[in-house]
Structures are given as structure tokens and as C-alpha cells.
């Protein structure tokens, strides 16, 4: 793997990797709150929140989803506010782990955001380290949490072949000299 690549992965699995819960705003708990209390469909109060001001997406998920749960009606709400967003918009990792962090399934909110027209790439890289069954974050593929490190199984992918593509002629005395 390129250096540039494998540089960028664990750049976006440690951007991708929540310090803390998201942060539920007053004015974004107002909005809930008045969306609940007028009889309107949150995900329409969240959408339109969002298109007046962006910035207020994660918040607006994080007291949706308090309101709603994690279940059908979380998911509804995850891509609710992933479409009301730019699909290649900085805030969409944030927006992943906190669904993530509010207890939707993290391959859910894989596919709510492919879905939602979030490339695959950037969708799978922001839920790649977060919360798995074991409550461990990071990119666990064991299911005893232990994650392959650097100095094992990514790190030395290829390793006993570093002569890779070295042959053509270089090997040996050729023609009696």
C-alpha cells in the first residue's frame, strides 16, 4: 500500500474517532422540542435547520436521536440530515459518529450514508474506528478486540518477498564471465 494512502486512512480512522459525545445545543433542542410539540415530522424540522445553518447538523442529530431512539425512526432521522447536507460536506464523519455513538448499528450507518450519496470510501473510513460490539473503538477485526497493529499484519503485508520484481538479469554470472 502506498504510503500516501495508508497515511490518509489512519488520518481519517483518528479525524473519524469521537473525543466525546455530540454536544446538544439549546437551539437545536428547541427546535426538537417545537417540532414534537407542533405535530411535525422531525426529520422535515431537521432538514430545514439545517439548510438554514449547516454548522447546527450534528447537534440537531444528537437531540433527534434523543428524542427518537436508535431504532427504525433513528436511521430515518440519519439520513434526514446526511441528505441535507452536501454529500462530500466536512461534517458528514461527525454526523456518523454521533448515530453511532447514539446507538445505531455502525454498519447501518454505512449504508444510510452510501445511501444518502456519501461516497463508499469516506463513508466506510468515518465508522471504520468506532464502536464495535466489544465497546473497544478502533478498527477491530478479531472478535477479542485485538485490532492488527502497524508492526503486524498491515505493517508487514508483502513481507518475505521484498524481491519482488528484482530478477531480469541481475542474478548470476551469465555467459562465462
Given at each position: 500500500m502506498k504510503n500516501t494512502t495508508l497515511a490518509s486512512i489512519l488520518l481519517a480512522a483518528v479525524a473519524a474517532t469521537p473525543a466525546m459525545a455530540a454536544e446538544i445545543t439549546p437551539e437545536a433542542q428547541a427546535i426538537i422540542e417545537q417540532a414534537v410539540v407542533n405535530g411535525t415530522s422531525i426529520e422535515d424540522a431537521i432538514a430545514s435547520a439545517i439548510a438554514a445553518n449547516p454548522d447546527m447538523a450534528e447537534s440537531l442529530l444528537a437531540a433527534g436521536l434523543e428524542a427518537v431512539g436508535p431504532g427504525e425512526a433513528g436511521e430515518n432521522l440519519l439520513s434526514a440530515v446526511i441528505s441535507a447536507l452536501p454529500a462530500d460536506s466536512g461534517a458528514i464523519p461527525g454526523i456518523m459518529s454521533a448515530a453511532i455513538e447514539a446507538g445505531i448499528d455502525a454498519d447501518t450507518v454505512t449504508g444510510v450514508a452510501i445511501a444518502s450519496?456519501?461516497?463508499?470510501?469516506?463513508?466506510?473510513?468515518a465508522t471504520a474506528a468506532g464502536p464495535n460490539d466489544n465497546g473497544n473503538n478502533g478498527n477491530n477485526a478479531n472478535a477479542n478486540g485485538l485490532g492488527a497493529s502497524s508492526g503486524n499484519a498491515n505493517g508487514n503485508a508483502g513481507a518475505g518477498n521484498n524481491n519482488a520484481g528484482g530478477g531480469g538479469g541481475g542474478g548470476g554470472v551469465s555467459g562465462g564471465q
Open positions: 450519496g456519501v461516497d463508499a470510501s469516506i463513508a466506510s473510513l
